[in-house]
């Protein structure tokens, strides 16, 4: 099992390019999440997907947009990057489960010059 | 609105010694549930507990246990005998109930724990 997997690892973009950040789980979980992680700060939720078919806001929502592709993807888009917008991004997967816990992928590091 | 709060940016503590982990919440929801993750400098986000706000007993695991006081609105996550490999980031995290916000969880800000050998 691969988990959470995230690409790209690494991404440099300038102002106002637009770009798609991928994320796959291989573990039948329903519920999957994208966050940012600012350096020295806490994960931001921007969006999430209780299920299948279905997208939410978090947090942080403005800027980004979400697709759920099929139960293992889940993908967030920037269309107009901005520099307020560098930072480490989180994909989280998570099965139905009250109590059941997230498990993360490696992350993906953007830089917006 | 749910709401996260750790109010300790950074803490220092000697190995061996027992630590706390301060995590504030505020929700509306009548039953919900509180997380503790590990980032150590690496990167990778560790599940450390899970508390649930109808459970009976306070949530253990092993070096880890969860100090829930519901009516303060506290889950505070203690360390028995700190390790070096304790050194990290520690987050707390809440998510609510209902079918979509049983599935939203936020984060707080994490505290920044540094053991001192």
């Known amino acids: 099992n691969a988990g959470v997997t995230q690409t790209p690892k690494f991404q440099v973009l300038k102002t106002g390019q637009s770009m798609t950040l991928q994320c796959a789980q291989d573990?039948?979980?329903?519920?999957m999440y994208w966050y940012r992680q600012d350096p020295g700060m806490g994960l931001r939720l921007i969006y999430y997907?209780?299920?299948?078919?279905?997208?939410d806001k978090g947090e942080v929502p403005n800027g980004y947009n979400v697709s759920r592709l099929n139960k293992r993807e889940f993908s967030l888009r920037l269309e107009s990057a901005a520099p307020s917008q560098t930072s480490v991004y989180f994909c989280?997967?998570?099965?139905?489960?009250?109590?059941?816990?997230?498990?993360f992928g490696p992350g993906t590091r953007l830089t917006v010059l | 609105a749910q709401k996260i709060t750790q109010t300790q940016p950074g803490m220092f503590v000697q190995e061996k010694e027992a630590v706390t982990l301060d995590c504030t919440y505020d929700?509306?929801?009548?039953?919900?549930?509180l997380f503790w993750y590990k980032q150590p400098s690496s990167g990778e986000m560790i599940f450390l507990i899970y508390?649930?706000?109808?459970?009976?007993q306070n949530a253990t695991e092993g070096r880890y246990s969860l100090n829930f006081q519901k009516a303060r609105k506290s889950a505070n996550l203690v360390i028995s005998a700190s390790q070096l490999g304790d050194s990290a980031m520690y987050f707390c995290?809440?998510?609510?109930?209902?079918?979509?916000?049983?599935?939203?969880?936020?984060f707080g800000s994490g505290t920044r724990l540094s053991i001192r050998p």
């Open positions: 989280a997967s998570r099965d139905r489960a009250i109590y059941n816990e997230q498990f």
């Open positions: 573990m039948n979980h329903n519920s």
């Open positions: 997907s209780a299920s299948e078919g279905t997208t």
């Open positions: 929700t509306s929801d009548p039953s919900y549930g």
């Open positions: 508390q649930g706000s109808y459970d009976q």
């Open positions: 995290a809440m998510r609510g109930s209902g079918y979509s916000s049983a599935s939203k969880i936020i």
